[in-house]
Every structure is written in C-alpha cells, then in structure tokens.
C-alpha cells in the first residue's frame, strides 16, 4: 500500500453531509486562504510551556488535507510536517493516536526532539524520524485534531469533500482492489467524525472538492 509521500494518504451505507462551522473558508483565493491561517497562527500564543505553534489540518480520507498541509507548510515558511499515517494502518485506522501523543506531541510540547518510525504501508522499514521542537509544525491527518491532541494545538483546519469524491481519490491512488480497505476506513473515519465533531470545533473549514490546491 503505498501513501502520499509529504517532506519532513462508494460506502455501503450513506455518510451524512457535513455541518460546517462558522468559520467555513468561502474565498476562491488560495492565497487569500493561506494568508488568513497564517496570520491567525502568528497572532496566537502557542500552549503553555511550548515554543511551537502545531496547525492540525484534519478531515476525512481523500478530502485533499495532504495537497493542503503542503501549502499551509509554505505559508508559514516551511514548517514541518508530521503526517497521522505515520502511525495508522489499514487495520488500525483510528486508534493508534497515543503513539503519536506519546512520541511526538508530548515531546514537542517539553521543547524536546521527537523521534519515531513510519507504518510501513508495504514499504521497507524506514530509519528513525526526528522532529526538532522549531516555531511551527503541521500535523496532517484523519484525526489529526482529536480531543486527545487539542492540549497541544494552537490551530485547526477541517478540510472537507463529499463521499464519492473521496472514494474515487482513494481508488484513483491506491486501484480498485483497494475497494474493501477503503470502505472500512471510510466507516471507522466516519464514526470518529460523528464522536468527535472536528469539523464543528475547527477555527477554519476549506473545500477539498474546488481543486484549489489538488
């Protein structure tokens, strides 16, 4: 299985449409998108005790949050991005977030380097990652603004598209054998979305289906 490499991835049953929040982009402007994230995170205070202000680009498998976390990257010169695929697999889509906290989020927030190893995905096995603890990092991901991560964020993004689009990035990127794995994911995603709300509680939701960045 191989997923979107980043510098430092139709459901049986109807998924409903999203909610957005109050804070839902409606500018065409790339650009202007960018500039507004990146000036609301400079004007924050990171959490208390931590130097770097964490930007999680959230949403749902194949919305576009990958092509995203790659502008919102360039738009605050650069930043590191940490993808939550790091540490999901096809069988644990979900639940493998203390991993993250644990290796990453927990350490970045002491001013400690970060170190951890990539799921495989079918690739060979990667040597140790590290993260320094420098003024902005993204992290990029389903879940990626879980409840469990929220002590550590300074700034959410909800990246959202409809269902089939999602569906057919997915088998566009992964083929069509990948029909299976991708509606168990999308079902395990979805009631993650339904549990937490991310979309309500992020301070900007984007369209991922105006192919604006992708």
Do not use: C
Not at 21 to 43: C, F, K, P, Q, T
Not at 88 to 107: K, R
Not at 115 to 136: C, I, N, Q
Request: proline share 7%.
């Amino acid at each position: 299985m191989l997923r979107q490499e980043l510098p430092h991835v139709a459901p049986a049953a109807r998924i409903p449409t999203l909610t957005p929040s109050e804070g839902l982009a409606n500018e065409d402007d790339l650009g202007a998108i960018l500039a507004r994230i990146a000036a609301e995170v400079r004007a924050r205070r990171p959490p208390d005790g931590m130097v770097t202000r964490i930007v999680a680009i959230d949403g749902l498998g194949g919305s576009g949050k990958s092509s995203f976390a790659l502008q919102v990257s360039r738009a605050l010169g650069g930043a590191v991005i940490v993808q939550t695929d790091d540490f999901a697999t096809w069988d644990n889509p979900i639940d493998w977030w203390p991993h993250l906290l644990e290796q990453v989020l927990i350490p970045i927030s002491r001013v400690e380097v970060a170190r951890f190893e990539r799921s495989r995905w079918g690739r060979e096995a990667d040597s140790e990652l590290v993260v320094d603890p420098t003024e902005y990092l993204v992290l990029e991901g389903v879940t990626a603004s879980r409840k469990a991560f929220a002590p550590y964020l300074t700034y959410s993004v909800w990246v959202d598209a409809p269902a089939p689009l999602r569906l057919q990035r997915g088998l566009d990127r992964d083929g069509p054998t990948a029909l299976a794995q991708w509606q168990a994911w999308m079902a395990e995603e979805e009631r993650y979305r339904r549990r937490e709300r991310p979309d309500e509680g992020a301070d900007l939701v984007v369209r991922g289906d105006r192919d604006l960045w992708t």
